[in-house]
């Protein structure tokens, strides 16, 4: 692509009064060699047709020194073929400015530091439209648009159903003899309707008989999946007759069906040498994408040995009463244990959340009605009944039959035919003992993941999700913004084996796993990333002349975008991939990276930033950046007006883990003062768009003091630090804080060298 760029820059929201355009304008055409234009208000249609009027003169390469990229990103595309690169003066630059305290003088060089600023994020926002090129989608040669649904339980039939009702054609597979799964067994639902009091019939069946007459759905009963190959839009599947005897554990090897991995530099066609990666067996069934809903499990409860199950006679799950209460043998006298009490009388059975909660509440009205004289008794640490399910609970409550307290079950011992039941602590303020017929203990809701290879994936990482145990085994890549989607592109779960779920939640959520997986489908079709940057059309390239095949790029890749041959070259898959650079940040020969970002182009940036010398009062921090919650913290403290420090310079970075310590050593070896990256917090309190990125990062951070101390320089120059995007309050913060240590430390030697 021959460039012809312009930048511009607006005067609105207040940039106008606090810069001197002109001389900022002057930066641009001066050092940047790139002509410069302002307008009173570029994000209006008079500022946009004075872009277009450029544009139709040849004009392709749009610099925008304006508001956050974040915003605006419609009036700011000007189609395809055409590159637009966005310099946050505003929420960055004006509207970070430090205020002086009430009763202070503004500091006398406010205006300079001012302008600095806004010069830096002009200068690399002109390097980075000069190093950026126009992304050409990676298309496969054929794509199938059929969905794989594995499961044929309420989540996997509505998933079906969605999918089919779209135009898709579907493969539904269930490892049992009939469908229906767990659903079966159930006597009544809950209610999902005002008043929210009455239990409403099971629709199983009906649902079964409205997927079974479905042209578009193919039914595999007594079948489970033996393999799945490939990639998003190329996915291969092979099956087994359910329960058989083959090998589940074999190692997943991966074969080379092409290895034309050489850059060879052909510019006009960058997906030449990757066609295909990874064999697929020519009998298997072609797939698009995956649905997983193979459900979940009764939690084990043996383990507590005071209550007795699997002891004692009529102590059951909850899952077992069910049955048992669909088959009409409700006992008279029913305890519900809701919690193991004993010593650690506040825990929970393992698994357990507000559907053992309402479970209970609608097995003890069986009790009731079945029996003249019924009563239940539930016992409970923890009663959960969210939103409309309140009304559900309050209206138990009024059952005369029903007794409800908290209260810490401390034995369950045989008492002639029956049972009894000891309780400390209750709400009554005294001990109790109840004598029942049967007890019933609140099982949770373990994913099936955590029991079976439900899904035998033929990728580096593993055959299953467990590899990153953040989840409880949940097949979850991010359960807060990114529900449905797995830590396999492609593969998106619902029902038991994402979350515990009441039926009316299992729809919703097989619903929307069928939305994901069309939506799959049809970006790779277009060769674009499914999420989260959706629509991105780059990919990952290697200049493979200089690979050393020393895996880190396949071992740290998040969602197994790379497989690898014998030697450990990579075997790139674009359609798994979603370009969060992981690949780019561990690469120690930096080799990986994409048209519109990559090692170079965010080393210009850094070098573009000025770096005075020998001025306490102007030094130089580069920060890096997660897009997905430090940067928009950083425009939400902008917007607050919270102030940010004058010396620090923010480079947006798709993830932490994109990070390649080179920009680091880089940056310090040119004089900048220190480092720091801010991203997303993991562990715990995990919030990583990427599952694993920041964590990488804060490791690769921890071994960059040996590289600063060959230097010269302290360690305690580079820092790194996770945020929420809620937490901009706390961004002003941790960057002076960070500051004032590099102003205690003083300049950075290497500065004029």
């Known amino acids: 692509m021959d460039k012809k760029y312009c930048a511009y820059i607006c005067a609105g929201c207040g940039i106008g009064d606090a810069l001197d355009l002109e001389a900022l304008a002057g930066v641009v055409t001066g050092e940047m060699s790139m002509e410069c234009k302002t307008h009173e208000c570029l994000c209006g249609v008079a500022g946009r047709a004075f872009i277009e009027a450029d544009i139709k003169e040849g004009v392709n390469t749009v610099v925008v020194g304006a508001c956050s990229p974040r915003v605006m990103t419609n009036e700011f595309n000007f189609g395809e073929g055409k590159i637009t690169v966005r310099a946050n003066l505003r929420e960055q630059v004006v509207w970070a400015e430090v205020k002086p305290a009430e009763g202070e003088e503004p500091h006398a060089e406010a205006a300079e530091f001012l302008a600095e600023t806004a010069a830096d994020y002009m200068r690399m926002a002109c390097s980075r ?56 067994g159930w006597r009544k639902s809950f209610p999902t309707k005002a008043p929210w009091t009455d239990l409403e019939e099971n629709p199983i069946q009906a649902l079964i008989a409205e997927v079974e007459a479905n042209p578009k759905i193919t039914i595999k009963t007594g079948i489970e999946v033996a393999r799945i190959t490939g990639a998003p839009g190329d996915f291969g599947v092979s099956f087994k007759a359910a329960n058989s005897k083959t090998e589940w554990d074999a190692p997943a090897k991966v074969t080379v069906d092409e290895q034309d991995l050489i850059n060879k530099g052909e510019k006009e066609d960058p997906n030449a040498g990757l066609k295909k990666y990874t064999s697929i067996n020519p009998d298997a069934t072609k797939v698009g994408s995956v649905v997983l809903a193979t459900g979940w499990k009764p939690a084990d409860v043996s383990q507590f040995e005071h209550l007795g199950h699997g002891v004692l006679p009529n102590v059951v799950t909850n ?71 309140e009304l559900f609970y309050k209206n138990v409550q009024t059952n005369d ?99 515990a779920e ?11 796993a069928a939305l994901k997986a069309i939506q799959c489908i049809e970006s790779s079709d277009r060769g674009v990333s499914v999420h989260p940057r959706s629509g991105d059309s780059t990919y990952p390239e290697f200049f493979m002349q200089r690979c050393t095949q020393c895996k880190r790029c396949t071992e740290e890749c998040p969602f197994g975008a790379l497989d690898d041959d014998e030697k450990g070259t990579p075997l790139p898959n674009p359609t798994r991939c979603r370009r969060c650079g992981t690949c780019m940040g561990a690469c120690p020969e930096r080799i990986i990276g994409f048209k519109d970002y990559n090692i170079d182009l965010i080393g210009s940036m850094i070098k573009s930033v000025e770096v005075p010398e020998d001025d306490e009062d102007r030094l130089r921090i580069i920060v890096f950046v997660c897009e997905n919650d430090a940067y928009p913290a950083i425009d939400m403290a902008g917007m607050k007006r919270l102030g940010l420090n004058h010396m620090v310079r923010f480079i947006p970075v798709r993830c932490l883990g994109s990070v390649n310590m080179a920009w680091i050593r880089d940056a310090l070896s040119a004089g900048m003062d220190g480092a720091m990256l801010l991203g997303c917090t993991y562990g715990d309190d995990y919030q990583c768009h990427f ?28 820092a790194a630090n996770q945020i929420a995007i809620t937490d901009y309050d706390k961004i002003p913060h941790i960057i002076n804080d960070f500051v004032e240590e590099i102003v205690e430390m003083g300049p950075n030697p290497f500065k004029g060298f």
């Open 129 to 184: 439209a000069k190093k950026t090129e126009l992304p050409a989608p990676f298309k496969l040669e054929v794509i199938n648009k059929t969905i794989l649904v594995m499961g044929g339980g309420l989540a996997g039939l509505t998933a079906a159903k969605e999918s089919a009702a779209a135009g898709y054609d579907v493969i539904l597979v269930e490892k049992e003899d009939q469908l229906g799964g767990k659903a079966l």
């Open 319 to 389: 899952a077992e009463f069910e049955k048992l209460s669909k088959a009409g043998k409700v006992p008279a006298k029913v305890a519900f244990v809701q919690s193991p009490g004993g010593k650690d009388n506040d825990k929970d059975f393992p698994y357990c959340n507000s559907v053992t909660s309402m479970v209970a509440l609608k097995q003890a009205q069986y009790v009731c009605e079945d029996n003249a004289d019924g009563q239940a008794f539930i016992l409970y640490q923890h009663m959960r009944t969210p939103g409309s399910m």
């Open 401 to 499: 039959g029903i007794f409800l307290t908290k209260g810490s079950v401390t034995k369950v011992e045989e008492n002639g035919g029956g049972l009894r039941v000891a309780v400390e602590d209750t709400l009554l303020g005294e001990d109790i003992t109840i004598d029942v017929d049967m007890v019933v203990l609140a099982a949770g809701m373990e994913p099936m993941t955590l029991h079976e290879k439900s899904i035998n994936l033929a990728y580096r990482q593993g055959p299953g999700f467990n590899d990153l145990d953040l989840f409880d085994g949940y097949a979850d890549s991010h359960f807060i913004c990114f529900p449905y989607e797995t830590r396999r592109t492609g593969v998106y779960a619902c029902g038991g084996v994402r979350k």
């Open 502 to 512: 009441t039926m009316e939640e299992a729809v919703d959520d097989a619903t929307g």
């Open 691 to 718: 599952v694993k990125g920041s964590e990488i990062a804060n490791k690769r951070m921890e071994n960059i003091g040996d590289t600063l101390s060959t230097l010269g320089l302290e360690p305690e120059r580079c």
